[in-house]
């Protein structure tokens, strides 16, 4: 099965219903974009829930993958705090 979207010119795209569902994405999720060895690419869907997200790291990303997820949540709950 094969779902296509359109990348905006802000290049911002919308997730088509069955890829969400499959996925089990929803509203203030991550998405995590990861490159395998074979060169294609996986994505992950990182919850808004800290725990969640915390126990699914431990599961299925790579430290460097964890690091920078960790990274990204840090200054954009410092952003948070600056509005």
Do not use: N
């Not at 974009?33 to 294609?40: A, N, W």
Request: charged share 35%.
């Amino acid at each position: 099965m094969a779902e296509t979207t359109l990348i905006t010119g802000k290049y911002q795209i919308t997730l088509p219903k069955r890829v969400r569902e499959a996925l089990g994405a929803g509203v203030g999720d991550r998405l995590t974009f990861v490159k395998g060895d074979d060169g294609l690419w996986r994505i992950i869907v990182v919850p808004k829930d800290p725990v969640k997200a915390l126990r699914l790291a431990g599961r299925a990303l790579a430290p460097a993958d964890l690091a920078k997820l960790h990274q990204d949540y840090e200054r954009e709950s410092e952003d948070a705090l600056r509005d």
